[in-house]
């Protein structure tokens, strides 16, 4: 009798350790499916590229008033004038950004802190004090000039103000001075680095001036 009771017994121990799965025998696939993977369209976007720091396409703007060639990246969103001011302005308001270009004669020999000192006289530009300087070189833009590119960061920011970021290039030669100041602003730091290297390297460095363009055109160096 002692045996038939553990004869019956035992089929209900089994079928309570398979309930409460306190058994040594393995769960059935179908009690602990797997989770699904994220489906494509499931994943975070990815931020859109900064239109000036991706440089994915660039646009090149003549003055004949400067007789110069002006390579622009995203250069169909950047808002050209260059007949109501001394300066050839172009605004690219999507990324706050600002630039302005001139050449000129004066009536003495100059440098490149002379064409300074009267630039800021016709408009203002910003300064130095209280920004922080990336880098300072020369280059030959125009060809012959002193040109110094310096380009600056503002004051570093607080309570999540945005980044201030320029390029002044300022250069002489003989009677001529040659202007470019670019200014742009962002919350990321970085894109406001980004931008501003586009600039010098596929902007100001691929300028390109009278005795470059076709065909070419007398010199108006009485013009204001």
């Known amino acids: 009798m002692a045996h038939a009771r553990l004869i019956v017994r035992a ?35 990815k931020p859109a590229p900064d239109p000036i720091a991706a440089a994915s396409s660039f646009t090149t703007f003549t003055s004949a008033r400067f007789d110069l060639s002006l390579p622009l990246p995203d250069g169909a969103a950047f808002r050209v004038d260059d007949r109501t001011e001394r300066w050839l302005v172009a605004r ?49 833009v125009p060809p012959d000039h002193d040109t110094l590119v310096e380009v600056l960061l503002g004051p570093r ?3 999540g103000e945005p ?3 320029f390029v002044l ?3 002489g030669w003989a009677k001529r001075c040659f202007a470019y100041v670019f200014a742009t602003r962002s919350a990321n730091e970085r894109v406001v680095m980004e931008r501003l290297a586009i600039m010098v390297d596929g902007s100001l460095r691929r300028m390109r001036f009278q005795s470059e363009l076709a065909p070419a055109r007398p010199s108006r160096d009485g013009l204001p």
């Open 92 to 140: 690219h308001d999507a990324t706050n950004s600002v630039l302005l270009v001139r050449t000129w004669r004066e009536d003495e020999v100059g440098n490149r802190a002379r064409c300074e000192a009267r630039a800021r006289t016709w408009r203002d530009l910003p300064a130095r004090e209280g920004s922080r300087l990336v880098s300072a070189s020369g280059l030959a």
């Open 163 to 165: 980044t201030d970021g």
């Open 169 to 171: 290039a300022f250069g």
């Open 11 to 45: 089929p209900f121990a089994l079928a309570a350790a398979l309930v409460c799965g306190c058994g040594s025998a393995p769960a059935s696939p179908s009690t602990n499916p797997p989770r699904p993977l994220p489906s494509a369209g499931s994943a975070a976007p």
């Open 157 to 159: 920011p607080t309570n």
